[in-house]
């Protein structure tokens, strides 16, 4: 897309969905009620992989609603404008959704007994899956080069900018009891335990089938046949959808396909660097 990124707060933001005056208006005016339930991600971390986990979950395991409901109407996105009109539809308990780093999101949740859940994933497999994505969604600019992208990935120079930045943000909050931390690789390893935990976390007592129901309803394969949460439904204003899907491979891993060794060689050099001084091992580490 021909457009130039605007900064809030030294943020990149796309024209169109976001606005300065939105953001600050979310940062410090958005009120968090204390039973809501945050999704918070850096983009292509398995957002919506969660908003189908606790979609489900809010239903009492259910697909009613996932299969009738637009996955972007059951969880809003708080720091769009789209987000913000449909917001005030959203029944209680409230999940939304966000991408905003750490030191530009709502005030109010730092004094509020809300919840959030952290969804984390390897970032050479985010950076594959945002070099496709930002070839089809309109907030993204398109990448000129894999090789090209993959320095302003580094760089931190896209949409959200940094993703070492969101990580090391949002990090602080790792031993708060309200922040839960959950990663792609885990839920594909282990979605059912996951969920149990997740469940666990919110408060939410179901069953061995229940457990079982949203297990089933929430894998990929179920997710990228129900149009209510494929985006297939997306308008052409936010999605082009003849240069691909929104739902692309859905795995764990898929970097190796994509980098050569040299690539793979200097990601690991930056991200030594650049993650040195968090103490924090992440389940993709050493893989």
């Known amino acids: 897309m021909a457009f130039d990124y605007f900064l809030y707060k030294g943020v990149k933001f796309s024209p169109g969905s976001y606005s300065e005056e939105l953001l600050n208006s979310v940062e410090n005016e958005f009120q968090v009620l204390d039973d809501d339930v945050y999704i918070v991600t850096y ?107 993959l320095e302003d990935f580094l760089q931190g120079n896209i949409l959200y900018n940094s993703w070492f930045d969101h990580v090391k943000g949002w990090m602080q909050m790792k031993d708060n009891s309200n922040f839960f931390i959950v990663t792609y690789e885990e839920l594909h390893q282990d979605l059912r335990g996951c969920i149990t935990r997740i469940c666990k976390f919110i408060g939410k007592e179901l069953d061995d089938a229940k457990i079982d129901l949203i297990a ?62 968090l103490n924090v091992k992440f389940f993709w580490e050493g893989k």
């Open 43 to 149: 983009p292509k971390s398995g957002t919506n992989w969660l908003i189908e986990i606790l979609s489900l979950i809010k239903k009492d395991a259910d697909p009613n609603w996932v299969n009738s409901v637009v996955i972007w109407l059951r969880s809003p996105w708080i720091e769009t404008k789209e987000g913000q009109q449909q917001i005030k539809d959203v029944s209680r308990p409230r999940v939304l959704t966000s991408h905003l780093p750490f030191h530009i999101f709502p005030k109010s949740f730092f004094t509020s007994k809300a919840k959030i859940i952290y969804v984390m994933r390897n970032p050479k497999d985010i950076f594959v899956s945002l070099f496709f994505f930002a070839k089809i969604i309109c907030h993204y600019k398109d990448p000129e080069s894999f090789e090209q992208y």
């Open 216 to 277: 089933k309803h929430s894998s990929f394969e179920v997710m990228k046949e129900n149009k209510m949460s494929n985006y297939s439904l997306g308008t052409k204003e936010f999605i082009d959808h003849t240069k691909g899907s929104f739902m692309r491979k859905g795995m764990a891993g898929d970097w190796k396909n994509h980098f050569t060794v040299a690539q793979s060689e200097h990601f690991d050099r930056v991200y030594q660097e650049k993650m040195k001084d």
